[in-house]
C-alpha cells in the first residue's frame, strides 16, 4: 500500500507567477484534502475534493483552486502568487468521507513554496 | 469561532520525566479530538484520537469538556518522544489545528 505522495517537493515562484501542486491519494482513498502550513503555524484547511467535486472550503480567496481526478489524484493551483503563500502545502487523503466524517486522514510530506 | 490553542510552543523535559502537552478548545457542539505528531524529517501523522481511548506509545489523552480541554500525557518521556506535537479537532467540519507544541527530551 502506497501513502500519499506529493511533488514537486521544493519549488521557488516569482510574486504573480502561477504555480500547480501536485498529489496522490493513498491507495482506496477518495477523499484528498490540502492545507497550508505557513512557518510556525498549524497546518490550516485550503479545500476538500471528494469524487471529483469540492465540497468543503476554507478561509482562502478563490485564486487558490483545485481538481481532483478519476484515480483520485490532485492538484492546487494558485495564481497570482503573493509573498504570504509561501508555506509548506500538505495533501491529505481519506477513505470516504474525508475530514468531515472523522475519517483519519494521511498525510503526505508536502511542497514547500517559496514566493520571492 | 472554532479554535485550538497550544499555549506552549516548547516544551523541555529530562528523559524519565512526565510530559503534559496542553491543549484546549473552543467548538460548539461535541467536536472529536486528534493529537497528530511529527518527528524530524517525518510527516504529519496521527498519534491518537479521543473517541479511540487507546494509548499510543505511551501517550494517552483525556478529554475534559468541562474545561474544553484536551491535554497529551506520558508518565516517562523518552528520547524518541522529541518531536513536533498538534492537537486538532472536528466535527462535521474540517479539521482545525492549533499552532503546535515542539517537545524536547533531553537525555
Known amino acids: 500500500e502506497t501513502g500519499v505522495t506529493q511533488s514537486p517537493t521544493h519549488l521557488i515562484k516569482t510574486r504573480g507567477q502561477q504555480v500547480t501542486l501536485r498529489c496522490s491519494s493513498q491507495?482506496?482513498?477518495?477523499?484528498v484534502s490540502w492545507y497550508q502550513q505557513a512557518l510556525g503555524q498549524g497546518p490550516q484547511f485550503i479545500f476538500q475534493?471528494?469524487?471529483?467535486?469540492?465540497?468543503g472550503r476554507g478561509n482562502f480567496p478563490p485564486r487558490f483552486s483545485g481538481l481532483q481526478f478519476p484515480n483520485y489524484s490532485s492538484e492546487l493551483n494558485v495564481n497570482a502568487l503573493e509573498l504570504d503563500d509561501s508555506a509548506l502545502y500538505l495533501c491529505?487523503?481519506?477513505?470516504?468521507?474525508?475530514?468531515?466524517?472523522?475519517?483519519?486522514?494521511?498525510f503526505g510530506e508536502g511542497s514547500w513554496l517559496t514566493v520571492v | 469561532a472554532q479554535r485550538v490553542t497550544q499555549p506552549e510552543k516548547l516544551l523541555s523535559v529530562f528523559k524519565g520525566a512526565p510530559v503534559e502537552l496542553k491543549c484546549n478548545y473552543s467548538?460548539?457542539?461535541?467536536?472529536?479530538l486528534f493529537w497528530y505528531v511529527q518527528y524530524s524529517r517525518q510527516r504529519l501523522q496521527l498519534l491518537l484520537r479521543?473517541?479511540s481511548r487507546e494509548s499510543i506509545k505511551g501517550f494517552t489523552a483525556d478529554l475534559n469538556k468541562g474545561e474544553t480541554s484536551f491535554h497529551l500525557k506520558k508518565p516517562f518521556a523518552q528520547e524518541e518522544d522529541s518531536a513536533m506535537y498538534y492537537c486538532?479537532?472536528?466535527?462535521?467540519?474540517?479539521?482545525?489545528f492549533g499552532k503546535g507544541t515542539r517537545l524536547s527530551v533531553i537525555a
Open positions: 479521543h473517541i
Open positions: 475534493y471528494y469524487r471529483e467535486e469540492e465540497n
Open positions: 491529505a487523503s481519506s477513505p470516504s468521507g474525508g475530514p468531515f466524517s472523522g475519517n483519519t486522514i494521511y
Open positions: 467548538y460548539s457542539g461535541s467536536p472529536e
Open positions: 486538532a479537532a472536528s466535527g462535521n467540519t474540517p479539521l482545525v
Open positions: 491507495s482506496g482513498h477518495n477523499t
